[in-house]
């Protein structure tokens, strides 16, 4: 399987571009869709699920195309939500019977037994009789990834997982993820929490206000941010002065003052050095660096007007 996206664009009535001319290709394996609130993910996940029309462009699944072949994109389909809502009065085995029945899994025997081992896959097996809107958040997201992975969909989108969980259940989620992954299918992964690409995907792509802004595997990402992330020991006077100058990612206070990480392109003055950044530390500095793009953008922009004046 793979997906290819083709000058995508997405506008709302009343002119709000979701997404610009978006091309992608995206091969079997966990893929990352990164951005911050208001990016364009949830728009690009309802289109590719076919829940909403997109304005321009289109996607293949293969050969198929989503102008078209609707039927059969619908059958490779599993879809986890951000807003994954219960219908009341169902039992959590029941709830992912129905799911079994929609994904096209026949026999009444024959379901039960697919319901059950998925039950025991996302640890749901114990309380398969409890109702399912009485489930703890962290069941109720592992219901949500049952039901869009039973039948084996070949293309599996879940939107914004694991906000709200706790850690414990943020790995356990995860692990369920890279356990469902295999040679062929896609997994895709929309979030705005870092942690959760670095540690389970492949390739990511960082999406900002609908344009892609990188796309590659997590540590090409990381090697942007080489020599940009710093280690900083400040007083607390200091560090007034210092939070207006730089993103600071992390504060720990010490003796006499405070351990900060920052990123920057170069640090002038104070007692600092280089660290090894992470992903999330490269999500930052690529955040930041946007931003400063996008403000010299409308310096130009200004100065041009006043030539124009
Ligand atoms: N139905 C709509 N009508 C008008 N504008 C919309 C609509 N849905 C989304 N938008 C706008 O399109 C942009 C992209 O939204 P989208 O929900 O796709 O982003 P997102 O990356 O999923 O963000 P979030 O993490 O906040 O859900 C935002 O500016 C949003 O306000």
């Not at 809107?133 to 992975?149: D, E, P, V, Y």
Request: charged share 30%.
């Amino acid at each position: 399987m793979r997906i290819k996206i083709v000058n995508l664009n997405k506008v709302y009535p009343g002119g709000k571009k979701a997404l610009k001319d978006l091309n992608l290709e995206i091969e079997p394996g966990m893929f990352g869709l990164l951005g911050p609130n208001g990016a364009g993910k949830t728009s690009l996940m309802r289109i590719m699920t076919l829940l909403q029309s997109c304005t321009s462009g289109t996607i293949y699944f293969d050969n198929y195309d989503i102008a078209k072949d609707r039927k059969a994109i619908r059958s490779l389909l599993g879809y986890l939500p951000q807003d994954f809502r219960f219908f009341e009065k169902l039992k959590t085995w029941e709830f992912l019977d129905y799911g079994a029945g929609l994904a096209g899994i026949k026999g009444k025997q024959h379901r039960a037994e697919v319901v059950d081992e998925m039950l025991r896959k996302v640890g749901l097996f114990e309380v398969r009789d409890r109702w399912a809107n009485r489930l703890s958040g962290g069941m109720k997201r592992r219901l949500g990834i049952a039901q869009a992975i039973i039948g084996n969909p070949k293309v599996i989108i879940v939107d914004e997982p694991t906000t709200g969980l706790d850690p414990e259940e943020r790995i356990r989620f995860r692990n369920i993820l890279s356990d469902i992954s295999d040679k062929d299918s896609i997994i895709i992964l929309s979030t705005h929490i870092v942690g959760d690409i670095s540690s389970t995907c492949k390739k990511l792509a960082l999406l900002n206000r609908g344009e892609l802004k990188f796309e590659g595997s997590p540590d090409e990402m990381i090697d942007l941010a080489r020599g940009k992330v710093w280690e900083i020991f400040v007083t607390d006077m200091e560090y007034e002065e210092i939070k207006d100058k730089y993103p600071i990612i992390s504060t720990i206070p010490t003796d006499g003052g405070m351990e900060i990480q920052v990123v920057a392109d170069a640090i002038d003055g104070y007692s600092h050095k280089a660290i090894e950044p992470n992903l999330e530390h490269a999500y930052v500095y690529y955040m930041d660096y946007l931003l400063k793009d996008k403000m010299n953008m409308q310096v130009e922009a200004i100065k041009e007007n006043e030539l124009f004046k």
